[in-house]
Structures are given as structure tokens and as C-alpha cells.
């Protein structure tokens, strides 16, 4: 394997928990519905899916209950801004200081305090017969694990159902102008309360992601800044899927540039490396708020009664 290739290799891989956390953020706010409890959703759905991979020895089981939990997370936050309409920002906060303590507490619970980490098996790698054969690109392209194929596949479906179908067509509108929709027959609170449940579940899965990809084990520092991340890469990509791939694959880029500096033994400080993702990061958005173009309801609350929504 060249060099290339391998650096290719590492950035595809790093880049899934990027896009999936991403994709859900986009998910809920397209509708108007905006999270910003992704990091603490994340290290809850690490939580989940170790623990469970660890105590029933399958990896399929811990991310499906990851994802689960995820869902509820997301439903709680559709639910209390839409039926309840109460403040986005702060019920996200709120969502995220709970998960953060409940993910703590379930490992500690779980394997005690202080006791040596375990470690479980980490998803295998599955090369796609005759693709993976491809000089380079086949292994930087179709020699990974389950979950990085399904994560192009719900950004190539995201696509087309947001741009290719009528239910996204109306599922776009909700997040333009809500009294509009719901004055043609579109299902308004429901397109909400799906979105952000179905936002939520990516956001968990991302974070389970990275104990049964990266590490096989699972630390409180895990996530490490990724879920804000997201949300920064939200909005520079504009929230459309395909310019969130983009994204990904660029804020992914960074993290394995600065990692294979770290290791390669360049002579600069650790925490230079650690920055250089963010520092890219705030680069980036100055210019990407420039032409990015954001759901008019983001982050508002819908009321049929109100006239001034």
C-alpha cells in the first residue's frame, strides 16, 4: 500500500463520524428544529454501543441500541421545541449536559470506578470483490468496515430524497416556511418530531462509531470536540449533503495530517497538532458563511395561531 493510499485510506475512515453526526444535525434543522447537543449525544451513543458490544460480545447489537438511544435523545429535543415550544438552544444544552452525565455514569456503573478499561473487537474491514482490487483507490474506496458503506449510502440517499423526491421537497419547505406548508396539507409537527428523532440516531451511531472502529475501548474524552465540530461543518456545507461529504472528508483530512505529524516525530508541540483542525476549521468558515445558505426557520418554534410565524 502507498503512502497515498494509506493516508486516503485513514481519511475515509476518519471522516464517517464527521458526516453521520452532520447528517443528523442537517436532518432536524431542514425542518427548523437546530441541536446543538451533538457532542453530548455522541459520547452517550460511545457509551452505549461499547458497553452493550462488551457485555453481549456483538458489535451490531451495541450500535442498534447506541442508535436507539440516540433516537430518544432526538425525539425529546423535536418533541419539547415543537409541541412544547421551548427555547432550541436551550433545551440542546440541556440534552447535552444529560447525556455527557448519563454516559459517564452508565460506564462507571457498568465497569466500576477506576477499574482497568476492557477492550472489545473493533468492526472488520470488508473489501467489496473486484473494487478493492483497484490500484489505490480501491483500497482507499472499498476496503473498509460496514459502517463507513453505510455512511455514503445514507449521504448519496439523503440527496436524492431531499432533491429527487416530493416528500423532500415538502420535508425542505417546512424549514423555509412552515405556515406555508401547513397551509397546503404538509405535516408539519410530524416532519419536525421524525426529523430530529431520526437526527438524533446519527448522532448516537456517530459516537458509537469510534470505540468499535477506532479505539476497541472508551474513554470520557472520546468524541473529543468532534460533535461541535459538526455543527461547524453543518453549516459549511451549506446543509446539503453533498457539500457535507465534502466537508467531512476535509475536517477528516485534518485530524490524520496532524495525527501522522504527531507520530512521524516533527518537531511540534502535541498541542499545536491538536489545534490545527480547529484553527482550519474557523479558516474555513469565514469564508464558507459567505455564500452557505441556511434554512430560514432554523432554530425557531412553529405556531399555528401565531400570525407573526
Same mark, same amino acid.
Given at each position: 500500500?502507498?503512502?497515498?493510499?494509506a493516508l486516503a485510506q485513514l481519511t475515509v475512515?476518519?471522516?464517517?463520524?464527521?458526516?453521520?453526526?452532520?447528517?443528523?444535525?442537517?436532518?432536524?434543522?431542514? @425542518?427548523?428544529?437546530?441541536?446543538?447537543?451533538?457532542?453530548?449525544?455522541?459520547? +452517550?451513543?460511545?457509551?452505549? %454501543?461499547?458497553?452493550?458490544?462488551?457485555?453481549?460480545?456483538?458489535?451490531? !447489537?451495541?450500535?442498534?441500541?447506541?442508535?436507539?438511544?440516540?433516537?430518544?435523545?432526538?425525539?425529546?429535543?423535536?418533541? =419539547?421545541?415543537?409541541?412544547?415550544?421551548?427555547?432550541?438552544? #436551550?433545551?440542546? +444544552?440541556?440534552? &447535552? /449536559?444529560?447525556?455527557?452525565?448519563? =454516559?459517564?455514569?452508565?460506564?462507571?456503573?457498568? !465497569?466500576?470506578?477506576?477499574?482497568?478499561?476492557?477492550?472489545?473487537?473493533?468492526?472488520?474491514?470488508?473489501?467489496? $470483490? *473486484?473494487?478493492?482490487? !483497484?490500484?489505490?483507490?480501491?483500497?482507499?474506496?472499498?476496503?473498509?468496515?460496514?459502517? #463507513?458503506? *453505510?455512511?455514503?449510502?445514507?449521504?448519496?440517499?439523503?440527496?436524492? &430524497?431531499?432533491?429527487?423526491?416530493?416528500? %423532500?421537497?415538502?420535508?425542505?419547505?417546512?424549514?423555509?416556511? $412552515?405556515?406555508?406548508?401547513?397551509?397546503?396539507? !404538509?405535516?408539519?409537527?410530524?416532519?419536525?418530531?421524525? @426529523?430530529?428523532?431520526?437526527?438524533?440516531?446519527?448522532?448516537a451511531v456517530a459516537g458509537a462509531y469510534l470505540?468499535?472502529?477506532? @479505539?476497541?475501548?472508551y474513554t470520557d474524552s472520546i468524541v473529543g470536540?468532534?460533535?461541535?465540530?459538526?455543527?461547524?461543518?453543518? &453549516?459549511?456545507?451549506?446543509?446539503?449533503?453533498? /457539500?457535507? #461529504?465534502?466537508?467531512?472528508?476535509?475536517? =477528516?483530512?485534518?485530524?490524520?495530517?496532524? *495525527?501522522?505529524?504527531?507520530? =512521524? %516525530?516533527?518537531?511540534?508541540?502535541?498541542?499545536?497538532? *491538536?489545534?490545527?483542525?480547529?484553527?482550519?476549521?474557523?479558516?474555513?468558515?469565514?469564508?464558507?458563511?459567505?455564500?452557505?445558505?441556511?434554512?430560514?426557520?432554523?432554530?425557531?418554534?412553529?405556531?399555528?395561531?401565531?400570525?407573526?410565524?
Amino acid at each position: 500500500m502507498t503512502e497515498f493510499a494509506a493516508l486516503a485510506q485513514l481519511t475515509v475512515v476518519a471522516m464517517v463520524p464527521y458526516l453521520l453526526a452532520s447528517l443528523g444535525t442537517m436532518l432536524g434543522g431542514l @425542518t427548523g428544529v437546530f441541536s446543538v447537543s451533538q457532542e453530548g449525544v455522541m459520547l +452517550l451513543g460511545a457509551a452505549i %454501543g461499547f458497553l452493550v458490544s462488551y457485555g453481549t460480545g456483538s458489535t451490531t !447489537i451495541g450500535i442498534l441500541l447506541a442508535a436507539g438511544t440516540g433516537a430518544v435523545f432526538g425525539a425529546a429535543l423535536g418533541w =419539547a421545541t415543537t409541541v412544547l415550544r421551548l427555547d432550541q438552544f #436551550v433545551v440542546g +444544552l440541556a440534552l &447535552f /449536559f444529560a447525556a455527557t452525565g448519563l =454516559a459517564g455514569l452508565l460506564y462507571r456503573i457498568v !465497569i466500576g470506578q477506576g477499574a482497568t478499561t476492557p477492550r472489545v473487537d473493533t468492526l472488520p474491514r470488508v473489501e467489496i $470483490p *473486484l473494487l478493492s482490487d !483497484i490500484p489505490v483507490l480501491g483500497t482507499a474506496l472499498f476496503s473498509h468496515n460496514v459502517l #463507513v458503506y *453505510l455512511a455514503a449510502l445514507l449521504a448519496v440517499g439523503a440527496w436524492f &430524497f431531499l432533491y429527487r423526491t416530493r416528500a %423532500g421537497l415538502d420535508l425542505r419547505s417546512v424549514g423555509e416556511n $412552515p405556515k406555508a406548508a401547513d397551509s397546503l396539507g !404538509i405535516p408539519v409537527v410530524r416532519n419536525r418530531l421524525w @426529523t430530529a428523532t431520526a437526527g438524533g440516531a446519527l448522532m448516537a451511531v456517530a459516537g458509537a462509531y469510534l470505540p468499535l472502529v477506532y @479505539t476497541g475501548t472508551y474513554t470520557d474524552s472520546i468524541v473529543g470536540g468532534r460533535g461541535w465540530l459538526a455543527i461547524a461543518l453543518t &453549516f459549511f456545507g451549506g446543509w446539503r449533503p453533498q /457539500f457535507i #461529504v465534502l466537508g467531512a472528508l476535509f475536517f =477528516a483530512a485534518m485530524d490524520v495530517v496532524a *495525527l501522522r505529524a504527531e507520530v =512521524a %516525530g516533527i518537531d511540534i508541540p502535541s498541542q499545536v497538532l *491538536l489545534v490545527v483542525p480547529y484553527v482550519a476549521t474557523l479558516l474555513v468558515m469565514v469564508f464558507a458563511f459567505r455564500w452557505a445558505r441556511v434554512p430560514e426557520f432554523l432554530g425557531r418554534n412553529y405556531d399555528r395561531e401565531s400570525r407573526t410565524t
